[in-house]
Nanobody, 124 residues
């Protein structure tokens, strides 16, 4: 089975930056899209961004466009989320997930494996 492990969360002041990493097990990492979702206390899970298996396509939620950047290093089985200009409303648990095919979507139901999550807290 596929396991995903997120790292890089923490506490940061508004305007600061964090870089999250997600490393996957398995030998077919490049065949699958990867996505990031987040969930704040008392709120539903929210789509953040996804990237295609070959890195040629990305799609960002309007709330993070221009501030967050997704990338992947397929030989290392790792996807990254660079978060800049962080705002208090970005505070959430961030999850990475593997898509069911090479292209992602904004719907959580199209992802078949999920990481345990990493906490991001942005103070005002």
């Amino acid at each position: 089975q596929v396991q995903l492990v997120e790292t890089g969360g923490g506490l940061v002041q508004a305007g600061g930056s964090l870089r999250l990493s997600c490393t996957a097990s398995g030998r077919t990492f490049s065949s699958y899209a990867m996505g990031w979702f987040r969930q704040a206390p008392g709120k539903e899970r929210e789509f953040v961004v996804h990237i295609s298996g070959n890195s040629r396509s990305t799609y960002y939620a309007d709330s993070v466009k221009g501030r967050f950047t997704i990338s992947r290093d397929n030989p290392k089985n790792t996807v990254y989320l660079q978060m800049n200009s962080l705002k208090p409303e970005d505070t959430a648990v961030y999850y990475c997930a593997r898509g069911r095919g090479p292209y992602g979507s904004t719907y959580y139901g199209t992802y078949d494996y999920w990481g345990q999550g990493t906490q991001v807290t942005v103070s005002s």
